[in-house]
Structure formats: C-alpha cells, structure tokens
T-cell receptor, first 116, second 117 residues
Framework: AQKITQTQPGMFVQEKEAVTLDCTYD???????LFWYKQPSSGEMIFLIY??????QNATEGRYSLNFQKARKSANLVISASQLGDSAMYFC?????????????FGSGTQLTVLP | GAVVSQHPSWVICKSGTSVKIECRSL??????MFWYRQFPKQSLMLMAT?????????EQGVEKDKFLINHASLTLSTLTVTSAHPEDSSFYIC?????????????FGDGTRLSIL
C-alpha cells in the first residue's frame, strides 16, 4: 500500500488566490513527521513546512499552512495568495519513528501552475 | 540554515565511464545521508542510506556494485556510478538531516543530472 498519496497530478490556480494540495498518509507508527517540499524546474528540493504527529496545532510558515487532520490521516498544504513563483512540483513526505536519522517516503507529487 | 552542496550539477559522458558525485554538508555534521534517484515527472526514489564509518544500506533492487557509496567523513558522502550506461541517465539528489530532533527536515543538495551517451 502507498504510504503517501497525492491524488492531484496537476493543479491550476489564479495568481493571488489560495490553493490546497492534498496529501494522505498511512502508518501504524504513533510517532511520525510530515513534510512538504517544493521542487522548481531547476530541480532543487526546498523545504516548506513540517507537522509532527503529536503537534496539537496546525503548522504555519508564512504563506504556507498545513491542514493536519490526524483521524483522517491527511496533511494538506494550503498556499495563500499564490504567486507566479509558486509554480513548481510539490511533494508530501513522511518520516516514521522518532529522531531524524530515518528516511523520508515521498508521494508522487503535484505539479502546481499559477496563472497570471 | 543547514546547507548541503552537491557536485557536479550535471555530467555528460560516454557509456562505460564511471562517474562520482559528491555530497557535502557545509555547516553541520551528518552521520546519515541519503541518495535518491528521480526520473522525469516522477517522485524521488530512495536508493540508499549512507552511514558515516560503515557500509551503506541499499534499497531493494538497487545494485550496490553498480552504485558505490562511500561516507568517509561526517561531512562527505560520495556516490559512484560504475561503468555507466544510458539506462543510468537520471537526476540524482542527496540529502542529509539537519539535526537530531525529529522535526528537523532533510536538507537536499541541488542534484546532479547525469546523461550517458
């Protein structure tokens, strides 16, 4: 079974509007972390936001927020006030277990295109 | 913030050549580094986990004799693609953990585009 599922291969959003990128996950480990990365066409992976399984509040980082619904095992990324520079591939990832030495498992990604 | 440097950015070489890719953590020590491979329009696939001072742990289906990994210091891991062939052409990207806490993200190098002619 897929551990990270991103069901939107591609998304379009008008500049200045908000957009939600979906991510669901599957794990039996009570301790896990969820990450979102942005990958522009140049290829580098840019860390956006983190949510821990024990965090009580949804994570926010500037225009990025994570809608964490633990019971539904979803961790959707919300980008507010979209900008043209937000056009990129977005990956949801999970790290199971405590500590930082564990690997990340990535979803298949969502290609976001911001329209002027 | 934590910075990971990957070199070279791109390589074009003839079939049969061995290619070495370096991954360095510039301002922190990384006991564990990760090597990923990415095909166009696809996700990152973990190839192996590089452990400082010990053998790398390879994912199922990854040939360890083909993709040699050396993690000789706390700041450097290398991936050598031995006797590369056109099917090895891909985007290779490394990462390292930015700290011990579970909320620390992996920091990625800028990747290496490998093209085998």
């Amino acid at each position: 079974a897929q551990k990270i599922t991103q069901t939107q291969p591609g998304m379009f959003v008008q500049e200045k509007e908000a957009v939600t990128l979906d991510c669901t996950y599957d794990t039996s480990d009570p301790s896990y972390g969820l990450f979102w990365y942005k990958q522009p066409s140049s290829g580098e992976m840019i860390f956006l936001i983190y949510q821990g399984s024990y965090d009580q509040q949804n994570a926010t980082e500037g225009r990025y927020s994570l809608n964490f619904q633990k019971a539904r095992k979803s961790a959707n990324l919300v980008i507010s006030a979209s900008q043209l520079g937000d056009s990129a591939m977005y990956f949801c990832a999970m790290r199971e277990g405590g500590g930082s030495a564990r690997q990340l498992t990535f979803g298949s990604g969502t290609q976001l295109t911001v329209l002027p | 913030g934590a910075v990971v440097s990957q070199h070279p950015s791109w390589v074009i070489c003839k079939s049969g050549t061995s290619v070495k890719i370096e991954c360095r953590s510039l301002d922190f020590q990384a006991t564990t580094m990760f090597w990923y491979r990415q095909f166009p329009k696809q996700s990152l696939m973990l190839m192996a986990t590089s452990n400082e001072g010990s053998k790398a742990t390879y994912e199922q289906g990854v040939e360890k004799d083909k993709f040699l990994i050396n993690h000789a210091s706390l700041t450097l891991s290398t991936l050598t693609v031995t006797s590369a062939h056109p099917e090895d052409s891909s985007f290779y990207i490394c990462s390292a953990n930015g700290g011990r806490d579970s909320n620390q993200p992996q920091h990625f190098g800028d990747g290496t585009r490998l093209s085998i002619l």
